[in-house]
């Protein structure tokens, strides 16, 4: 049976690979990197970096494209169908560069269990039955550890939940309950549709990298740097990731 290792590899800073992930690329016979679309090469160059130094030299690396995600209205079954696709795709790499022994591995931007589609997509390859396989997921530090790392401030306050959304999640308002949220996938800045007095942000971009970009106030005072900060980086490098922590000032409980 092919044995599949997914890797977290941390959110950019090479050094969160954890040892446990460099001894398991070791063991790996073909890497596939999926080539998700074209302003991200500098990802899957992050990626094959980390090829060169720890897989093994006789180690194969397999770059596949990965299909083009439709843009209905109909988000859920967009990404239904976009996943069955990359499926297939890589189902179809694994029957033909991967002998049935053989060890493969995909690296997986930050932490695999955060928004990342890497296991749905084995669970999809398994149940699909035509490739036998035995997914192994290795854990690592998602670009929300490296946000709370980069401004040395925890999650969470004393006993608080912590929340993590998305950009379109928090456009429906900020969660009546809850007075604090991580958000991710945000392409339009969204922290603009639930400016209060008082509630701050610590916003990160290209977090754990030579470029990460940091900046934290109430956000109604640091909105529209944000904002304009935000549109010149993705000008310059042709994409953006950043991630960050909306919060209302502590609620003393009785
Ligand atoms: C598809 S999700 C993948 C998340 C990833 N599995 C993780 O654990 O960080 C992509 C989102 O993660 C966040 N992200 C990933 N890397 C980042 C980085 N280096 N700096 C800031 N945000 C990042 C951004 O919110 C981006 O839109």
Not at 114 to 135: P, V, W
Not at 220 to 231: G, H
């Amino acid at each position: 049976m092919r044995q599949i290792f997914l890797i977290g590899i941390g959110a950019g800073d090479p050094q969160h690979l954890t040892l446990q992930a460099i001894e398991a690329m070791q063991a790996v016979d073909v890497f596939f990197f999926l080539d998700k679309r074209e302003e991200t090469h500098d990802l899957i160059a992050a990626r094959q970096a980390l090829f060169q130094r720890h897989a093994r030299p006789d180690a194969q690396a397999m770059v596949l494209n990965d299909p083009p995600r439709a843009q209905s209205p109909n988000y859920h079954q967009d990404v239904q169908h976009w996943h069955e696709q990359r499926a297939e795709r890589l189902e179809e790499a694994l029957m033909t560069s991967l002998s049935e022994s053989g060890v493969g591995a995909l690296l997986v931007w930050g932490e695999p269990s955060i928004y990342d589609s890497a296991m749905r997509l084995m669970r999809q390859i398994e149940a699909r039955g035509q490739c036998a396989i035995q997914t192994q997921v290795i854990p690592g530090i998602s670009s929300i550890q490296a946000l709370a790392a980069a401004f040395a401030e925890p999650l969470n306050r004393i006993g608080e939940p912590i929340h993590i959304t998305t950009g379109r999640a928090l456009k429906a308002g900020f969660p009546a309950d809850l007075d604090a949220v991580v958000v991710m996938l945000d392409g339009e800045c969204s922290f603009t549709h639930v400016m209060q007095p008082e509630m701050e942000i610590f916003w990160g971009a290209y977090l754990g990298t030579p470029d990460q970009l940091l900046i934290q106030g109430p956000v109604m005072q640091v909105a529209d740097e944000i904002i304009t900060t935000r549109q010149q980086a993705r000008a310059r490098h042709g994409w953006i990731m950043d991630t960050y922590l909306l919060r209302r000032p502590l609620r003393l409980k009785a």
